[in-house]
């Protein structure tokens, strides 16, 4: 739920117990999707989902942060679900419904988020639907790992630029693209904080975020989106979904990582 920005303003540093309050936080994410990879099947519609997320959520006294979400224009929808979920060329921000269900070969992408006790885990993933296509599981497998490249050089010292480079040069290498108009974020008592963290660098230096230092207490929701196509989306009519403009397919892998003194530390890991 983050569209194109630079950095502006301090980042923020986490304490021991805010971080502390981010794991927690973080657990009920990773519960989630675990609970939901073994739901989503064919047959199964995404207001189902949708339901078992908020139960998860309820169980611990934690909300949805996306439930209720402002939207870019004021008189716009607010976000009327508790996760997204976003098919085949759906990038983002997918509205679950009733009437909308899984069939063999889909690709579903899960956003979910966890407000625990005033702070926030942000994660997302992508699950191939029964028999998905090669092409599929190939999208699928290096978005996956642009994010864990991404995320490995998450260490006290480096800089912001190490992890978008990182994360766009292993897309790129194998002939897909990372969007350019939605991109990750800071997190922490609210969803979208400082830094900005889009997955390209271009040639256009105002275009590019600060090049910050990573420091321990840093909480980043680090995400690449990644299309088979052209970068370039639209929204549909509902005010919230994303897709791609050629309708190629898209893949979001999602984790709120910590930075600390030992290196990133995966606040949303569940598997």
Same mark, same amino acid.
């Given at each position: 739920? $983050?569209?194109?920005?630079?950095?502006?303003?301090?980042?923020?540093?986490?304490?021991?117990?805010?971080?502390?309050?981010?794991?927690?936080?973080?657990?009920?994410?990773?519960?989630?999707?675990?609970d939901?990879?073994?739901?989503?099947?064919?047959?199964?519609?995404?207001?189902?989902?949708?339901?078992?997320?908020?139960?998860?959520?309820?169980?611990?006294?934690?909300?949805?942060?996306?439930?209720?979400?402002?939207?870019?224009?004021?008189?716009?929808?607010?976000?009327?679900?508790?996760?997204?979920?976003?098919?085949?060329?759906?990038?983002?921000?997918?509205?679950?419904?009733p009437?909308?269900?899984l069939?063999?070969?889909?690709?579903?992408?899960?956003?979910?988020?966890?407000?625990?006790?005033? $702070?926030?885990?942000?994660?997302?993933?992508?699950?191939p639907i029964?028999?998905?296509?090669?092409?599929a599981?190939?999208?699928?497998?290096?978005?996956?790992?642009s994010?864990?490249?991404?995320?490995?050089?998450?260490?006290?010292?480096?800089?912001?630029?190490?992890?978008?480079?990182?994360?766009?040069?292993?897309?790129?290498?194998?002939?897909?693209?990372?969007?350019?108009? $939605?991109?990750?974020?800071?997190?922490?008592?609210?969803?979208?904080?400082?830094?900005?963290?889009?997955?390209?660098?271009?040639?256009e230096?105002?275009?590019?975020?600060?090049?910050?230092?990573?420091?321990?207490?840093?909480?980043?929701?680090?995400?690449?989106?990644?299309?088979?196509?052209?970068?370039?989306?639209?929204?549909?009519?509902?005010?919230?979904?994303?897709?791609?403009?050629?309708?190629?397919?898209?893949?979001? $892998?999602?984790?709120t990582?910590?930075?600390?003194?030992?290196?990133?530390?995966?606040?949303?890991?569940?598997?």
């Amino acid at each position: 739920m $983050y569209k194109e920005r630079t950095t502006r303003m301090p980042v923020d540093i986490k304490s021991k117990k805010e971080l502390d309050l981010m794991r927690a936080a973080g657990k009920i994410v990773a519960e989630i999707l675990v609970d939901l990879q073994e739901h989503a099947k064919a047959g199964v519609s995404t207001a189902e989902l949708d339901r078992r997320a908020r139960s998860i959520l309820e169980k611990y006294g934690a909300t949805s942060p996306f439930l209720g979400y402002p939207n870019v224009k004021k008189n716009d929808p607010k976000f009327p679900a508790w996760i997204c979920t976003s098919i085949n060329d759906e990038i983002v921000h997918g509205i679950p419904k009733p009437n909308r269900i899984l069939r063999d070969g889909d690709l579903l992408k899960i956003d979910v988020g966890a407000n625990y006790a005033g $702070y926030i885990g942000d994660s997302a993933w992508t699950f191939p639907i029964g028999n998905v296509s090669d092409k599929a599981k190939q999208l699928m497998r290096v978005s996956e790992e642009s994010l864990m490249q991404g995320i490995a050089q998450v260490h006290a010292g480096r800089h912001l630029w190490d992890v978008i480079r990182t994360i766009q040069n292993e897309v790129e290498s194998h002939g897909f693209n990372v969007v350019r108009e $939605y991109q990750g974020h800071g997190v922490g008592r609210d969803m979208h904080e400082e830094p900005s963290i889009p997955n390209f660098l271009d040639d256009e230096f105002e275009k590019r975020p600060t090049n910050i230092t990573l420091k321990p207490g840093m909480t980043l929701a680090i995400e690449p989106m990644v299309v088979t196509g052209k970068w370039q989306t639209r929204t549909l009519g509902d005010k919230w979904t994303v897709v791609t403009k050629d309708h190629g397919l898209a893949a979001h $892998y999602e984790h709120t990582v910590a930075v600390t003194d030992n290196g990133p530390e995966i606040l949303t890991l569940w598997k």
